[in-house]
């Protein structure tokens, strides 16, 4: 391996403990910004469902950690990792990534500003990592048992989300096209807090299929039918976009029992439920 590869994997390794430091899980990543270690899998029949369960490196984002020694071995079994990756949507920050990209040829940054002025939002200070390709990565923190997917565009051209089961590209990090370096005055920051009306843009909005408990009552069957179409690791976002839609027209309390039951029939537990409404009460100004 050249010396400057040595030194990059070195720096890179060094990043990745001062931000697992921060309570921010981490992994190795190429200098392609994909995972640096090959999955474990790639040769099986058919597509694997490992999430890591097998014990063995090579599972992507499932792979990063806040552990010292774990990041240790992962970047040791991958000696030519140039950079780390973030993972999103895990505890202590639950990190939400707004990427604007300058790629598309649209003014994500301008998008962004329209979209605060249309919904009333605010971004607070926090960090911002800045991208060789002249981009920005804007970080924030979601609330517990809230789960905010990954998309594309789909909030405004130019404006990826990076959410669970996806991840940032650490500061400090050396890929093909240069390094990503904190903005100037960002980088003593915490992520956070996401606007209210901002997570709910980026929540996915409400698709019915089955029947509601005759116990919702009329006002509410739509939110409730919301929540009994959930998917596996769909079930918390619907519940939490459910709940607060609810408690926003002003039937959240009598809507608590009806929600929680659907909840549960989808395969929730009842305390994961009302810890999910609770938070929806709270993060729409109201008592749970």
């Not at 499932?62 to 990756?85: C, H, K, M, Q, V």
């Given at each position: ?11 890179a ?17 190429s ?21 890591g ?12 950690s806040?552990d010292?020694?774990r ?6 079994a991958?000696?030519?990792?140039t ?5 999103c949507g ?8 707004i990427?604007?990209d ?6 994500s940054?301008?998008?962004?500003r ?11 200070p926090?960090v ?5 390709s ?14 905010v997917?990954?998309?594309?565009g ?7 989300i990076?959410?669970a ?8 990090s050396?890929?093909?096209h240069?390094?990503?370096a904190?903005?100037?005055g960002?980088?003593h ?18 698709r ?5 408990p ?5 006002h ?13 690791g ?8 459910a709940?607060?839609?609810a408690?926003?027209?002003?039937i959240?309390?009598?809507l608590?029992?009806?929600?929680v ?6 395969g929730?537990?009842d305390?994961?439920?009302r ?14």
């Amino acid at each position: 391996m050249a010396t400057t590869d040595r030194q990059a994997t070195t720096l890179a390794l060094a990043h990745a403990l001062s931000a697992a430091e921060r309570g921010l899980a981490v992994i190795p990543l190429s200098r392609t910004k994909l995972p640096a270690l090959r999955s474990p899998h790639r040769d099986d029949p058919g597509p694997s469902r490992c999430h890591g369960e097998c014990g063995r490196f090579g599972h992507g984002v499932y792979d990063a950690s806040t552990d010292p020694a774990r990041i240790r071995d992962l970047f040791a079994a991958a000696p030519w990792a140039t950079g780390y990756g973030i993972a999103c949507g895990l505890p202590p920050h639950h990190l939400i990534g707004i990427d604007l990209d300058t790629k598309s040829g649209t003014d994500s940054s301008a998008a962004l500003r329209e979209l605060a002025l249309r919904h009333l939002f605010t971004l607070p200070p926090t960090v911002v990592v800045l991208t060789p390709s002249g981009g920005r990565h804007l970080w924030l923190s979601g609330p517990s048992g809230v789960v905010v997917p990954n998309s594309a565009g789909r909030l405004a051209p130019g404006i990826d989300i990076r959410g669970a089961g996806g991840y940032l590209v650490g500061p400090g990090s050396r890929t093909e096209h240069g390094v990503y370096a904190t903005a100037p005055g960002t980088a003593h920051l915490a992520p956070a807090p996401c606007p209210r009306s901002l997570l709910r843009l980026l929540l996915p909005p409400p698709r019915t299929h089955r029947s509601a408990p005759a116990s919702a009552g009329g006002h509410g069957q739509g939110l409730v039918q919301f929540v009994l179409a959930a998917h596996e690791g769909q079930r918390n976002t619907r519940l939490f976009w459910a709940a607060c839609r609810a408690y926003e027209d002003g039937i959240g309390p009598a809507l608590v029992g009806p929600l929680v039951e659907a909840a549960v029939t989808t395969g929730l537990t009842d305390r994961e439920a009302r810890a999910t409404v609770a938070s929806a009460a709270r993060m729409t100004g109201h008592q749970p």
